[in-house]
């Protein structure tokens, strides 16, 4: 029987519709392949082709490498074809109900590897804990810009999810506004804040470790669960235990673990569905507000296995065809977490 359910956060209804839903693996995912070798040959992202890409912001590299030649670990370059542009001032207009603004922003991305091939569920874990020290990185040092007012880390992986293309790669974009779903996330951390007297995030994790049903992987530091009212197959959030409202406080021990818990999450979705295309996104705190914020940072992994249809477009409520419960019990049971 199918059944709605209300995300807690953002009080966003679910349609849970096991009349519909498949067998984990009943899910069949077909990449289409391009000749490996040249792709490898023309992939500005590949080490040697440095030249390809506008000239590097920071890199993690070997001691006597040089500036955009090889020698890096993790290589972080503008977009060379960016959403925002990161001159000028942030000027609004209106047109009678119109208003708009200049595209003011940043637009960057994280090379992952050097390695043209594996994804991060592939990568050892302390080059995803690079990866996730690059983002730290970059956060600390983009918020210094005060016409920024969030700055957003995710990762498109898979043509399904949005990548052109396949070298391991994140993003970032910083913009001079708060996001709308970010937005919705803090307003209802607040609201809940007012009517319980405790973060909802908190309360997350502590169910989660009660039911049992949905946890993927329980760390010391990291909850990786299939969220209650999850919108899509396998969607899985990692949250921090610790009350952290922006990604910034990780530890350096936390770093490591989280490397570990990200990296097994993937690992196990992919080895379900293999070829699955995916996005990662990092929530975390705003930036250069005035405002007192309660937040809890978390990451989501938004597996693309269904289409986004008329329903979706029309009401704003997902149809999702596979019980979180059986998505969770899937992904425990399929490899292991190191």
Request: aromatic share 10%; charged share 25%.
């Amino acid at each position: 029987m199918s059944e709605w359910r209300k995300d807690p956060i953002v009080n966003r209804w679910v349609i849970i519709s096991t009349e519909r839903g498949k067998r984990p693996f009943d899910y069949n995912v077909t990449n289409v392949t391009m000749e490996e070798e040249k792709k490898i040959q023309g992939c500005p992202f590949c080490e040697g082709n440095e030249y390809k890409t506008p000239p590097e912001i920071i890199a993690y590299r070997k001691k006597n490498s040089t500036k955009d030649n090889p020698g890096w670990w993790i290589r972080v370059v503008p977009n060379k074809y960016p959403a925002l542009i990161n001159h000028g001032e942030v000027l609004k207009r209106q047109h009678g109900i119109y208003k708009s603004m200049k595209g003011i922003g940043v637009h960057e991305v994280i090379v992952e590897s050097t390695i043209h091939g594996p994804g991060l569920d592939r990568q050892t874990e302390k080059q995803v804990a690079e990866v996730i020290w690059a983002w730290r990185n970059r956060l600390l040092d983009l918020r210094r810009d005060t016409r920024l007012k969030y700055i957003q880390i995710f990762k498109n992986d898979g043509s399904a999810a949005g990548a052109s293309l396949d070298h391991t790669h994140s993003q970032i974009i910083a913009m001079p506004m708060v996001p709308v779903d970010v937005r919705q996330e803090i307003e209802g951390a607040i609201k809940y804040l007012n009517q319980h007297g405790t973060c909802v995030f908190c309360d997350l994790n502590k169910q989660e470790i009660t039911d049992q049903e949905r946890v993927v992987i329980n760390s010391s530091y990291y909850l990786s669960f299939t969220p209650f009212a999850s919108r899509f197959p396998f969607e899985t959030w990692i949250v921090p235990k610790e009350h952290q409202c922006d990604f910034v406080q990780i530890t350096k021990e936390q770093v490591k673990e989280l490397a570990a818990v990200l990296k097994n999450s993937l690992r196990k979705i992919l080895i379900t569905v293999p070829n699955i295309s995916y996005n990662v996104v990092l929530h975390t705190a705003p930036i250069n507000l005035k405002e007192d914020i309660h937040y809890h940072w978390h990451i989501e992994i938004l597996p693309r296995l269904t289409l986004i249809s008329g329903f979706e477009l029309s009401t704003g409520y997902y149809i999702n065809p596979l019980p979180p419960e059986i998505a969770a019990k899937t992904l425990r049971e399929t490899g292991e977490f190191s």
